[in-house]
């Protein structure tokens, strides 16, 4: 990790910790701090050569080793992530669900990392990507499946009982939404 990544990570993983240890919603906490976070580091990017992409899975990766740190609950940590990261990168149109899934995919492999609870970590993104696509008037199915999708490809990256305990997590509704997969998800562990 060069110096200006190892920077981004401390900085969002410091603020998420420090603005959940303040107290009151978790994913609320996690939105303000992200979105503040990603757009000074989208600011800057052009200045010390980092891309939008590298910069979101910085943020969200400290975001997450800053709440696991505090013993935050991670599926309100990972709602929030999606929510403040596309907030803080202002994007519309078709990246915004390549963006999700991007995410996604940082998210539970930080999770894994951490040893948290892929479960709630996976329903938070799913639950985030839909605030964030009601807020951008995006369609809310495709933005449950890009979370979804991206989640699927992290935890078969991980294990079979990480992408089972993921898979698990997609089942039910959320928010409102049942999560419709990508077809077909074609992981090296997939059935």
Same mark, same amino acid.
Do not use: W, Y
């Given at each position: ?9 401390? /900085? ?38 980092? /891309? ?93 499946? /890009? ?45």
């Amino acid at each position: 990790m060069t110096m200006k990544h190892a920077g981004l990570v401390e /900085s969002a993983e410091h603020g998420v910790a420090t603005a959940i240890k303040g107290g009151g919603d978790i994913a609320q906490a996690t939105i303000d701090t992200i979105a503040k976070t990603l757009a000074a580091a989208l600011k800057d990017a052009g200045k010390v050569g980092t /891309s939008a992409s590298e910069a979101i899975a910085d943020v969200a990766s400290g975001a997450i080793h800053g709440a696991a740190g505090v013993g935050a609950h991670l599926g309100d940590a990972a709602k929030g992530i999606v929510v403040g990261i596309l907030r803080g990168a202002r994007e519309g149109g078709s990246e915004v669900m390549d963006t999700i899934g991007h995410i996604a995919d940082v998210v539970i492999r930080d999770t894994a990392e951490v040893g948290g609870e892929l479960g709630h970590a996976t329903t938070g993104l799913v639950a985030g990507a839909i605030q964030a696509s009601k807020e951008l008037g995006l369609n809310t199915e495709k933005a449950a499946s /890009s979370a979804a999708h991206g989640a699927l490809k992290a935890a078969d990256r991980v294990g079979t009982t990480a992408l089972e305990t993921v898979r698990r997590a997609l089942t039910r509704t959320i928010s409102g939404v049942k999560v419709v997969l990508q077809e077909p998800f074609k992981g090296t562990r997939a059935k």
